[in-house]
């Protein structure tokens, strides 16, 4: 670990009682130049909006909307969002996010279909920014190796190694092995070729949109 790492002041993640894997990579995404998020089950935490990333939060805890623990982990990730937000408006140090999610992350129901509506024009929205892009990846592409599990990426500007970080219901793992990153940069290009982007990628979800408002 390079002297730049170890003088690091302390991380605002220190304010929440976080697993120190999560909170590791919490730390480390704020300074990310590069952040690829791939979502095989519902919209990636730095795309989701308030709502949705209580109601997902709280399906996958089993737990109501206010319980203390499902507000701890969607005041986390909507901190992340903002924290994103401010160094993609500082254009000497912005990163680039890369968010890879499939056709049936998008259709999952999760909460009722306004809330469904509101998270795929929100995903739309920040899909047209310029440093952040949206790759769906149609059902009709078959199996595909994003199957196996949602991962995030993260890539540094200096030579520190890339690292992946692996979030579960009980536990959070991260990697810096060699052999495993390669593997998990393996798995993003066979999506990127199989994915969807820009105007097709808007078209989709506008798609996916239109059939839950139809619904």
Not at 72 to 98: C, N, Y
Not at 100 to 123: F, K, S, Y
Request: hydrophobic share 40%; glycine share 6%; proline share 6%.
């Amino acid at each position: 670990m390079n002297s730049t790492v170890a003088s690091r002041r302390p991380h605002w993640s220190h304010e929440y009682d976080l697993a120190s894997e999560h909170e590791e990579y919490v730390t480390r995404e704020a300074e990310a130049t590069r952040i690829t998020v791939a979502q095989p089950l519902i919209v990636p935490g730095l795309l989701q909006t308030p709502a949705y990333a209580e109601a997902v939060t709280a399906s996958i805890l089993q737990k109501k909307l206010d319980d203390p623990e499902v507000k701890r982990i969607v005041d986390v990730r909507l901190r992340r969002q903002r924290e994103l937000a401010e160094r993609m408006r500082q254009e000497a140090s912005a990163p680039e996010l890369l968010a890879i999610v499939t056709e049936a992350a998008l259709r999952q129901p999760v909460g009722d279909t306004q809330l469904a509506q509101h998270q795929l024009m929100h995903l739309m929205e920040l899909g047209r920014q310029p440093r952040i892009t949206v790759v769906v990846v149609p059902t009709r592409s078959g199996g595909h190796p994003g199957l196996g599990g949602p991962f995030e990426l993260l890539h540094f500007a200096d030579e520190e190694p890339d690292f992946v970080f692996l979030e579960s219901r009980f536990r959070d793992f991260v990697t810096r092995d060699e052999g495993l990153v390669d593997g998990y940069r393996s798995i993003v290009a066979d999506l990127l070729e199989i994915g969807l982007s820009g105007s097709a990628a808007y078209a989709e979800i506008e798609h996916i949109r239109k059939d839950l408002e139809a619904a």
